[in-house]
């Protein structure tokens, strides 16, 4: 029986609208499916599946356990359940691989939606597959670096903590845990002050403000841990705004530096004992690098510096600044044996303004580094007056003991000679003037040869006490002597005579002009040598005394030279400072002169000696310690 005309037309609009339904999903990638339950039949497949699977629709069509076969084995678990969902009338929603053709695996996922008849039986499916393998790679690509951070921040070294805008802890990572002693449970939504005590707090109530302003800062931070215990915690706070620039929280990384806190201050402990020994020891002290460039120094230092070169010490000031420049010279050739590893030590002595002498004992010191290089350099200063003054005592009155033994000596000498001879003539004289026959004429010679052995035995006992004076008056007053005052008073002393035998007087005196000494005995001592250049004198040849001064290292030292007679040194040069000794006999005199100078430079802490030949003149060097 044929169909009613507007039946036919009913149907052909809907085959119509199927094939254009069709059209429209044959042109997406989508996979659209529908399927037969009731014969386990495909009865319509999009072309989209040969884009997805590799194969066509016939394929799918031919074989209704195709897409079952596709699934990866180890996700076909996922759809076994799938019939089940669909006959209660549930939606299924499942994501899998699945193998195509080719071999490549790929992530899909599909929607499948049940269909019924008017009895409620199942009788069909409707679904739709799409490749999801780009967003699952990006989800394992996000889900990698999401496990890769959180490994990060959970296995930093330093804590991460973030607080919100209310400064409730919203998270946390394990080492900040560790650090305050907390569970992350136990520090969620706690506020930032709550592991703070007061003072704590003000001061990170101050640090919060700035933070919601912007500000980035390094701080440390003392916290309470959950037992009660302080640490210190070094903070890198940075805030957080969302995109509309809104304040939303903070971060901070935090280090715990409690151990570095008490070693620093342990440090400051040390330091401020080592600065009390560096500033109260007997030495002054000196740190330059290896610039020589001043490092450090102590209150002792500070002082020397003041009193001996009328210079403050500053740190990073040069050393060459507190040097003469010749002096530097010296200094520099020293600190090149230090930086090769050896130590200079010497002994410095300076004049105070009250007169007096003060000794230092000086050292240079190599200071190298873990890797034995030249880091710098240390000088000491030690006052060593005291030590240094009696040490120069027991020299001196070393050098006493063996000048007055020489003394004794020469007073024995002088006693069994020059005293002996004049006392044996006034034995033998009296025992003449006991005869009782003597005639006038006789005794009175014999009185008058009596007279003069007692003059002599006077004569050489008034040189013993002068020579003894010399002795007894060292401790005489000290003053500064000008050099050419005291050659003008000689000038002056023996004006006639230089006058009479043409005398001419050279002096130079413009590296030292003055001494420290007894003037006395200076006098005594440029009167003796200038008048023995005029007693000896060439004949014919008009005297030039040549005197002049110098500085030397550490001392002062006087030249007198002439164009007199000379000494013959080979011969006489071993008895030339003796007492009563005479090598002219043209010439008056008792050879007192050059042992009185002798005596007297010694008094005096010096020492001279001399060069000489015959017809070409003497020349005396004297040196003084400064």
Known sequence: MPLPTHTENSIQKLEDAHQELMVFFNAMDEVFFSVDTVNLKVIQISNGCEKLYGYKPADF???????????????????????????????????????????????????????????????????????????????????????????????????????????????????????????????????????????????????????????????????????????????????????MGKYKGSLAMVTDITQRKLDEEALKKSEANLRTIFDNTDSSYILFDAEMRIISFNALAQKYSEEQNGKKLEINKSAYYYFSPERWVVVKGLLDKVAAGGMVSYDLSYQKDDGTVQWNNVRWLNVKNNENKNWGFILTNKDITETKTAALERERITADLIQHNKDLEQFTYIISHNLRAPVANIIGLADMLKEPDLDVELKNEVIERVSQSIINIDTVIQDLNHILQVRELVNEQKETVNFKELVDAIKTSIHNTIVNEKVQFNCSFIEVESIFTIRSYLYSIFYNLSSNSIKYRQTGVAPVITIASYKLKDKIELCFKDNGKGIDLDKNGSQLFGLYKRFDTTMEGKGMGLFMVKTQVEALGGTIRIKSKLGEGTEFTIQFDV
């Open 61 to 243: 069509l031919a074989n209704n356990r195709l897409w079952f076969e596709l699934i990866h084995p180890e996700d076909k678990h996922i759809v076994s359940d799938e019939d089940e969902l669909l006959k209660r009338g549930e939606n299924v929603n499942k994501q899998y691989r699945i193998i195509r053709k080719d071999n490549v695996v790929r992530w899909v996922e599909n929607k499948i939606t049940p269909g019924f008849d008017e009895s409620g039986r199942w009788i069909r499916i409707d679904g739709i597959t799409w490749d999801i393998t780009s967003r699952k790679e990006a989800e394992e690509k996000n889900r990698q670096n999401e496990e890769r951070y959180r490994q990060i921040v959970e296995t930093a070294q330093e804590g991460i903590w973030t607080i919100d805008e209310n400064e409730k802890t919203n998270f946390v990572n394990k080492k900040i845990c560790d650090i305050l002693g907390y569970t992350p449970a136990e520090m969620m939504g706690k506020e930032l002050y709550d592991f703070m005590d007061a003072e704590g707090k003000a001061y990170a109530i101050d640090c919060m403000e700035r933070r919601r302003k912007g500000a980035k800062e390094n701080l440390d931070i003392r916290y309470i841990t959950k037992d009660g215990r302080h640490v210190w915690a070094n903070i890198s706070a940075n805030p957080i705004f969302d995109g």
